[in-house]
């Protein structure tokens, strides 16, 4: 069995230009990698009105149970400004210790040790008790309508048993070992539209002012106090994140406001309770101020929590003989693909360091991929032994 050394790998995949949610190929070039290596492949494109087609990749070795899966994404934010990159970002290159290129850190590297981890255990380990699969999508960075919520959808079709998953996300804020995730708080994005009556300045009388109501809405929200935390979560937090009111004059009282909201909540909540919540607040507000409103929403994902198990104890403990240090079990943050496949499988999410994610001169320590392989490949060995 020829082993995959994870830093070649990790440049070959970061040489794609994998914008989301471009395939450039890339799907194609890690299957014949996987087959290489005794994988069953499908590459599964999905299409869905309004959103550009994506292609993802399911893999798995074996038939036997259990299934560890492992899960990522090789599609990549846009560059920004190339000049102010010191490479290409889509041609890696090495400097002071660093692999620099977009992709490096979220996540191609982390893929890239999965698969050499891979590589050498089945160089050590001819046969073994059970499956292993990759989830890879090329949707996570995008809408994540056509990625792994469908592949999700498609396995659950299949009746395709998933043991347990591990999502290579970067999940270390500072140093490779400081945490692992276990859970994310869901995310809910409303915009909301307040119509009144549009009129001369000079006669208000004539006329209802949408920001009166705006106004006060995005006032009351702000300070709703929806909960104090719970022990895995951070307090549900609401930001407005835009107020639009697109007047072209200063005598004219506008027809319209517009706002844009984000709630990261925990499993306190959920996104239908959320909505019933605030809606209440837009009625009563409209209502005084006799004026209309529309809200569209938009749920990202819901809070989930993964409650450690045998699994996620002998996956902190090898990070910990590795890395040196005890990582802490996490919910914080953003989400992850992760809140699609709980709905088949238990899991948790355990990468490289995110501090030059979506960055320029995107970056990974050599030191860390290595050890990250060496994580995995262990991971592999004490799940199987």
Not at 97 to 103: F, N, V
Not at 324 to 352: A, M, N, V
């Amino acid at each position: 069995m020829q082993k995959i050394n994870e830093l070649q790998l990790a440049k070959e995949l970061i040489r794609f230009p994998t914008v989301t949610p471009i395939d450039a190929g890339v799907m194609k070039f890690l299957e014949k990698k996987l087959k290489k290596l005794g994988f069953k492949t499908k590459i599964l494109e999905f299409k869905e009105k309004g959103f550009k087609p994506v292609k993802n990749l399911y893999a798995r070795l074996g038939n036997k149970s259990p299934n560890f899966c492992y899960a990522g994404h090789l599609d990549v934010v846009p560059s920004g400004n190339i000049k102010k990159w010191t490479i290409n970002p889509f041609k890696p290159s090495i400097k002071k210790g660093h692999l620099i290129g977009r992709g490096a850190n979220d996540m191609k590297s982390s893929i890239a040790s999965f698969v050499s981890a891979v590589s050498i255990f089945l160089s050590q380990n001819k046969r073994f008790d059970g499956s292993i699969s990759l989830l890879i999508t090329g949707d996570e960075e995008g809408d994540a309508v056509n990625g792994t919520k469908k592949v999700v959808e498609y396995l659950k079709r299949k009746k395709e048993k998933i043991n347990f998953c591990l999502v290579g996300e970067p999940t270390n804020p500072n140093r490779l070992g400081e945490m692992i995730k276990i859970g994310r708080r869901g995310s809910l994005t409303g915009k909301l539209i307040i119509n009144g009556a549009q009129g001369h300045v000079a006669y208000p009388q004539r006329a209802n002012n949408p920001s009166t109501a705006i106004v006060k809405i995005l006032n009351e929200l702000k300070n709703i106090k929806f909960d104090k935390g719970t022990k895995d979560f951070q307090p549900t937090n609401l930001e407005v994140t835009k107020i639009n009111i697109n007047n072209t004059a200063d005598n004219i009282i506008p027809g319209s406001a517009e706002a844009t909201f984000n709630i990261r909540f925990n499993n306190k909540h959920s996104s239908i309770s959320l909505k019933r919540r605030l809606n209440k607040v837009f009625k009563k507000i409209c209502k005084k101020n006799k004026s209309k409103f529309r809200i569209d929403y938009r749920v990202s994902g819901e809070a989930f929590l993964t409650k450690p198990n045998e699994t996620t104890f002998m996956i902190q403990n090898i990070i910990k003989k590795i890395t040196k240090i005890k990582p802490k079990l996490s919910t914080t943050g953003g989400t992850s693909d992760l809140r699609f496949i709980k709905s088949i499988s238990p899991g948790l999410e355990f990468g490289l360091v995110g501090k030059t994610m979506h960055k320029v001169d995107e970056a990974v320590s050599l030191k860390d991929l290595k050890n990250l392989t060496k994580i995995y490949q262990n991971i592999l060995q004490s799940y199987f032994k």
